[in-house]
């Protein structure tokens, strides 16, 4: 398994997409478009497609996701150390998940395509 990405920023903007052009069609296999909003210092806005061919991760919302994360860049670092961590993170009301909750537990699956 590669090393966890210093941020988000490098997450979204390097390690993702390499995931995404290393494994378009796992990525693919998902098939839903999610944001994520991460607040803090290393945080921002992206929103991931995986229903389009080639699937892309894009700064910014463009307002079309289903599934919609919001949280604090220190809970975001440690649900990346520790998937168990987002279930806790969820019920302590630091996750909030809006639009479609089974596309969230999908994001594991996501995740593993960048370190992969």
Same mark, same amino acid.
């Given at each position: ?23 378009? %069609?796992?990525?693919? /296999? ?14 921002? /806005? ?35 150390? %520790? ?13 909030q998940v809006a639009g479609d ?6 994001? $594991? $699956? ?7």
């Amino acid at each position: 398994m590669a090393a966890l990405p210093k941020d988000a920023q490098e997450l979204f903007d390097v390690m993702i997409p390499e995931g995404l052009k290393r494994y378009p %069609d796992k990525a693919r /296999e998902v098939n839903a478009i999610y944001g994520f909003k991460i607040s803090g210092d290393g945080g921002g /806005e992206w929103t991931v497609d995986l229903t389009s061919n080639p699937p892309v991760c894009s700064r910014g919302d463009t307002g079309k996701a289903q599934c919609s994360i919001s949280v604090s860049h220190d809970d975001f670092k440690t649900m990346l150390a %520790d998937p168990q961590a987002g279930m806790q993170l969820y019920f302590q009301g630091k996750l909030q998940v809006a639009g479609d909750p089974m596309l969230a537990m999908k994001l $594991q $699956q996501f995740f593993d395509l960048a370190k992969a």
